[in-house]
Nanobody, 124 residues
Framework: QVRLVESGGGLVQAGGSLKLSCAAS????????MGWIRQAPGKEREFVAC???????EYEESVKARFTISRDNAKNTVYLQMNDLKPDDTAVYFC??????????????????WGQGTQVTVSS
């Protein structure tokens, strides 16, 4: 059983940076598609970024030039580096794993395991 735990969220001013971490336990995640998804207050969850087992990446359009997803298989951890943060980035950020697919995955319904989320708040 895979367990995912996010960390690194917090309060930051617009233009600032944060780095989120997603630590996995119970099974290696090196062969799985991993993603970051966010949910803003009053809105549905939306795809942010994903990374394949070969480190191919995909991003939601509004974060493409500002966010970077990466993975460290030795640490069984996935990261999301977020730069030039904007108030619209305020949300709970979730890490998720697709245990059935190693490629890039932008369909939220395909993710099997989710973390509990970490709050990111960007002030203007």
């Amino acid at each position: 059983q895979v367990r995912l735990v996010e960390s690194g969220g917090g309060l930051v001013q617009a233009g600032g940076s944060l780095k989120l971490s997603c630590a996995a336990s119970g099974r290696t995640i090196s062969n799985y598609a991993m993603g970051w998804i966010r949910q803003a207050p009053g809105k549905e969850r939306e795809f942010v970024a994903c990374i394949s087992w070969r480190n191919t990446t995909e991003y939601e359009e509004s974060v493409k030039a500002r966010f970077t997803i990466s993975r460290d298989n030795a640490k069984n951890t996935v990261y999301l580096q977020m730069n030039d943060l904007k108030p619209d980035d305020t949300a709970v950020y979730f890490c998720a794993a697709d245990l059935d697919y190693p490629g890039v995955q932008d369909l939220l319904e395909e993710y099997d395991v989710w973390g509990q989320g970490t709050q990111v708040t960007v002030s203007s």
